[in-house]
């Protein structure tokens, strides 16, 4: 098996009813890359998945796959499998048969088949199990044989819509690593799409943000998580601390936000001039108690401070979480439970770095997080 690369050129798709559920797009995928479309519910993930397989004819734009155009071409005849949403195995065939069904239509004898679905059941680490039925396996088994039943039919490209979603949260995780295994081991592309942020941050190459029928950002997940561009993947991505505010300075690589928390500085990605409206953002965790000793000034050059009122502590176990009030603002620290468990006081300093500090223009703040 190979991979190819899929390339959409100003794709659209306006269902009949008026809807614009994608508007146009352009995008890469690499040959043999695991990608994955990430964005809250309804925001087009499915449609962009169904518009690549063919089950869908987009309104405007172009389709290439291993770079032959696809349009007109239907389902059948591109070099694309798809999981569903809500697979289904067939509940009266026994695991290799539901593996193989994809090669029964093309004229495969059986005894050829049958060797084929035992490849695959080998390769998805279901050895030996090709004899049972679809109801003797687990949750995790049977997604299983839904990569191995896709796989059969040889794709240049695999299409998994949210393929773990009816598994439970532990499941999820073994077979996060077990997707990625098995795309390793084929090379073929996987075009994932998830709403669970942890999937796609630990599966991919490069991540797609959605938002409302358009791509936000597409980067490697660190950038995503770390260097966000737009207020929507910043806040739809892990939490944020958010504080609105004006930009008084721009000089070099460093802007600095006049805010109700006094001036906050930050690393300029988002080339804001002087005047502009400004989202200053910092993760919870990037947040850490100021002491009140006399810091390294090099050091403290670098931090923003800002003094907040300890309003509730959560012990989580490893971590420990502070809610905070700063004037207008709710601040959530998240720390490591290092066991020194003083009680904290009422006013707290926190702190942090300049460099951890994500600023940018205002726009669409994630309601439904990941
Ligand atoms: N056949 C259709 N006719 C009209 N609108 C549709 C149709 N199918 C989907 N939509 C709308 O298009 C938007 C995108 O739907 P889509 O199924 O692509 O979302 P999704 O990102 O896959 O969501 P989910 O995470 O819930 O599966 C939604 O607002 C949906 O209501
Ligand atoms: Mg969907």
Sequence with gaps: MRGQDVFLDGIKM???????????????????????????SGCGKTTILRMISGFLDPTAGAISIGGVRMNGIGPNNRPTALIFQNLALFP???????VA????????????RRKRAEELLELVALYGQA??????????QRQRVAVARALAVEPAVLLLDEPLSALDLKLRQHMRAELKEIQRKTSVTFIYITHDQGEALAMSDRVAVMNEGRIEQVASADDIYNRPQ???????????????????????????VETGQGTLY?????????GDEALVMVRPERIGLLNGEAGDPEKMAKLNTLSARLQRRDL???????????????IHVNMHNTGDDAPFSDEIKLAFRHRDTVIMRPGSIARDRA
């Design 14 to 40: 306006t269902y009949p009813n008026g809807f614009t559920a994608v508007h146009e797009t352009d995008l890469t995928i690499n040959a043999g890359e695991f990608f994955s479309i990430l964005g809250p």
């Design 92 to 98: 009266l065939m026994p695991v290799w048969e539901n």
């Design 101 to 112: 069904f994809g090669l029964e239509a093309r004229g495969v004898p059986k005894a050829k």
């Design 131 to 140: 004899d049972k039925m679809p109801t003797e396996l687990s949750g995790g």
């Design 230 to 256: 737009t207020a929507f993947t910043a806040t739809f991505v892990g939490e944020q601390n958010v504080f609105t505010g004006k930009v008084t300075s721009a000089v070099g690589n460093e802007v600095a």
């Design 266 to 274: 930050g690393v300029n990605r988002n080339d804001l001039a002087v």
């Design 316 to 330: 989580e176990g490893a971590l420990i979480n502070l809610y905070l009030t700063a004037g207008e603002n709710d």
